[in-house]
């Protein structure tokens, strides 16, 4: 939910600071392009304020980029009950519940309400230690 957290946050900013940076910029002849394409150089060429923003912005769509492909690839693994060395070796899960059952083992009994806030309570079903295996080899 973290990851989800912070992705939401990131397109939130990312929409604002374009908005920000679409009035603050100007054409000055392709210039800005450089900047976007190189903005470490672009603090030797032209520093200045617009240089920091174009820096600051493709900062923030590089972390909204990591954190939602973190999201995606770990929900994968939650819906389809396993960890991470189970799905790199496309083994199947033996903790796998069905997506529902999944979502509840780890985000608790009110799985639908905590992508809302993470200080709404939703108690897990087990302790954490020790989990129930349903054998699925009928």
């Not at 946050?9 to 940076?21: E, G, P, T």
């Not at 590089?62 to 973190?70: I, N, Q, R």
Request: aromatic residues 20%.
């Amino acid at each position: 939910m973290f990851t989800l957290d912070v992705f939401v946050a990131m397109l939130y900013a990312f929409y604002y600071n374009v908005q920000f940076l679409s009035q603050f910029i100007s054409w000055n002849h392709g210039l800005i392009i450089i900047k976007f394409l190189f903005p470490l150089a672009s603090f030797v060429i032209d520093f200045g304020p617009e240089s920091v923003y174009v820096f600051l912005v493709l900062i923030n769509f590089l972390v909204a980029l990591f954190t939602g492909f973190l999201f995606f690839y770990h929900i994968n693994n939650v819906l389809n009950g396993k960890i991470t060395p189970e799905n790199k070796n496309s083994l199947k899960s033996v903790h796998d519940k069905g997506w529902k059952c999944n979502l509840i083992e780890v985000l608790g009994t009110r799985w639908h309400l905590t992508w809302i806030s993470p200080f709404i309570y939703s108690p897990l079903p087990g302790n954490g230690f020790e989990w129930d295996i349903d054998d699925k080899t009928d």
